[in-house]
């Protein structure tokens, strides 16, 4: 699994490591029940302090995308669901950006949500 960060994105390092395996999960290029690379070798080959590549992996798990366990490492989420998850994750990513750049509150969004469901 290649992965690039950019030391000038606003974005934090972390963040910007779990959008590359949210990503690599969302089309397809790591599967349910592949590990990924331990924390430490992808720490090593990125530069980046052991941390931070444990406080990506710990946003995925929290979105459900993996799952963390000691000595078996960080492994995707098993069954069919963690690629449209993964997919629908970088979706509200996408909205939670553009709604800050409009200044839309956190009610205001949710309430845009609400209302994009109730026209179904």
């Keep these: 699994m290649l992965l690039r960060l950019d030391p000038a994105s606003p974005l934090p390092l972390g963040d910007q490591i779990a959008a590359a395996v949210r ?8 599967g349910p029940g592949e590990r990924l690379p ?3 070798a992808l720490a090593d080959s990125l530069a980046v302090n052991v941390h931070t590549v444990l406080r ?4 995925l798990r929290e979105e459900g995308l993996i799952e963390l366990r000691r000595g078996r490492g960080a492994v995707v989420t098993a069954g069919d669901t963690a690629p449209g998850r993964a997919r629908l994750m970088e979706g509200v990513r996408r ?10 509150s956190e009610e205001q969004v949710v309430a845009l949500v609400r209302t994009g469901l109730a026209d179904r």
Excluded: F, K, P, W
């Design 56 to 59: 990506g992996y710990q946003r």
């Design 38 to 40: 331990a924390a430490r």
């Design 23 to 30: 990503g690599a999960i969302a089309d397809g290029s790591i």
């Design 95 to 104: 909205l939670v950006t553009e709604s800050r750049a409009l200044g839309l």
